[in-house]
T-cell receptor
Framework: GAVVSQHPSWVICKSGTSVKIECRSLDFQATTMFWYRQFPKQSLMLMATSNEGSKATYEQGVEKDKFLINHASLTLSTLTVTSAHPEDSSFYIC?????????FGPGTRLTVT | RKEVEQDPGPFNVPEGATVAFNCTYSNSASQSFFWYRQDCRKEPKLLMSVYSSGNEDGRFTAQLNRASQYISLLIRDSKLSDSATYLCVVTGTSYDKVIFGPGTSLSVIP
């Protein structure tokens, strides 16, 4: 079946630094990918829709200047958390739509100290 | 009102029990409906799609009532391995946009 990978799987960074997370569709092309964030014991919250070759669409309350999304090719979307703060610590998951369902990456656990 | 709402849970049931989860959605124009399962610290995995005619996959039965904007999942003969959080998922008016419910936690006890 379709596979979506994410890198890194976990990252610890200092407050004020930026972190880039990659999301790749490994065996299919995805013109649209989605970025979610999940805090402990909460559900996934859609942050933004990443569109290949155009600007991402952000959900209400998500700062586009803080969470930079680039979808430069049909198989790669990146999320950069700029000037990370401890409250940005979360589980970030991307997804892409294959033939019949949404496929999710394994997630990236970000801890900001 | 949240776009997708679920039973708050948690559900703690003995092995072999039958358990039912409920979900409601607010947007009548929603396109597709799914149940996902998420294990702790892992990504969600598709459990089954939900159709108006209802569908069954082994011990799992899903039903959709578009008029009531209601989705259900029934698990029969619960196994320890069924312990997880079950997420009701709805696609928005834009078919690709996926909206997750808050999830219902299930613990199956020996």
């Amino acid at each position: 079946g379709a596979v979506v990978s994410q890198h890194p799987s976990w990252v610890i960074c200092k407050s004020g630094t930026s972190v880039k997370i990659e999301c790749r569709s490994l065996d299919f092309q995805a013109t649209t990918m989605f970025w979610y964030r999940q805090f402990p014991k909460q559900s996934l919250m859609l942050m933004a829709t990443s569109n290949e070759g155009s600007k991402a669409t952000y959900e209400q309350g998500v700062e586009k200047d803080k969470f930079l999304i680039n979808h430069a090719s049909l198989t790669l979307s990146t999320l950069t958390v700029t000037s990370a703060h401890p409250e940005d610590s979360s589980f970030y998951i991307c997804s892409a739509r294959g033939d019949r369902e949404q496929y999710f990456g394994p997630g990236t656990r970000l801890t900001v100290t | 009102r949240k776009e997708v709402e679920q039973d708050p849970g948690p559900f703690n049931v003995p092995e072999g029990a039958t358990v039912a989860f409920n979900c409601t959605y607010s947007n009548s124009a929603s396109q597709s409906f799914f149940w996902y399962r998420q294990d702790c610290r892992k990504e969600p995995k598709l459990l089954m799609s939900v159709y108006s005619s209802g569908n069954e996959d082994g011990r799992f039965t899903a039903q959709l009532n578009r008029a009531s904007q209601y989705i259900s999942l029934l698990i029969r003969d619960s196994k320890l391995s069924d312990s997880a959080t079950y997420l009701c998922v709805v696609t928005g008016t834009s078919y690709d946009k996926v909206i997750f419910g808050p999830g219902t936690s299930l613990s199956v006890i020996p």
